[in-house]
């Protein structure tokens, strides 16, 4: 199936449909650490795309690779105006792995989450405010980012916490062990283990999505 994709992207010429397709191979190559496929797929995709998503999915791939100085060079090229708390964020994060902490203070203090900030922007905000010296700040965006993931999908961002060296300084506190023990608090279908049957390939076929 993923050979079908990376086959499907080098031909498709519909714009909405290549972006759909390259997100879902780059998520792939993220989850199973093939970094070097993920970094081209990532690079391709932010040329191509130049918005703030295309960027901060580079950004996450350099990141993991240990590359912040090219994350820093990455989200500092993008245009100002498409800036996004996730963005900033992530940013934040690569300035504190290159020593530029008081670069990483300012930017996280111009960070505003809004109210319903998805799991994945929460957990870069949690991450940045850990690598800026700020404990409690990331504790409680760790703890909203846990109770906004869907059950089914808590278990692998907790992993992520654990094993994540943002979060190294503070593995070791009580406050930290507290909240890895987060519920969710999203319903999700019996069916699918989502939060709606928007996503679910039986869609319309079952009698919780008929109702």
């Known amino acids: 199936?993923?050979?079908q994709l990376q086959e499907s992207l080098e031909t498709e010429t519909n714009a909405a449909r290549w972006e759909y397709l390259a997100r879902a191979l780059?998520?792939?190559?993220?989850?199973?650490?093939?970094?070097k496929e993920?970094?081209?797929?990532?690079?391709?995709k932010f040329e191509r795309l130049k918005d703030a998503r295309s960027?901060?999915?580079?950004?996450?791939?350099?990141?993991?690779?240990?590359?912040p100085a090219d994350a820093v060079a990455t989200l500092q090229g993008l245009d100002g105006e498409k800036a996004t708390p996730a963005t900033q964020s992530l940013l934040a994060i690569a300035l504190a792995n290159v020593d530029r902490l008081n670069e990483a203070k300012q930017v996280a203090e111009s960070v505003e989450l809004p109210k319903e900030a998805g799991p994945a922007v929460l957990y870069s905000a949690a991450r940045m405010y850990a690598a800026t010296g700020s404990a409690d700040r990331a504790v409680e965006t760790l703890r909203r980012c846990f109770e906004s993931v869907p059950a089914g999908q808590l278990e692998a961002f907790q992993d992520h916490a654990r094993k994540c060296a943002d979060f190294a300084a503070l593995a070791p506190?009580?406050?930290f062990v507290s909240v890895l023990k987060t519920k969710s608090k999203v319903p999700e279908s019996k069916c699918s283990g989502?939060?709606?049957c928007a996503g679910c390939p039986m869609r319309g076929k079952c009698p919780s999505s008929r109702q």
Do not use: D
């Open 1 to 3: 199936r993923i050979g």
């Open 26 to 35: 780059e998520h792939f190559y993220r989850t199973e650490r093939m970094y």
């Open 38 to 44: 993920a970094l081209a797929l990532s690079q391709k």
């Open 55 to 67: 960027a901060a999915a580079l950004a996450e791939t350099q990141l993991a690779m240990s590359l």
């Open 173 to 175: 506190t009580a406050q």
């Open 194 to 196: 989502g939060a709606t």
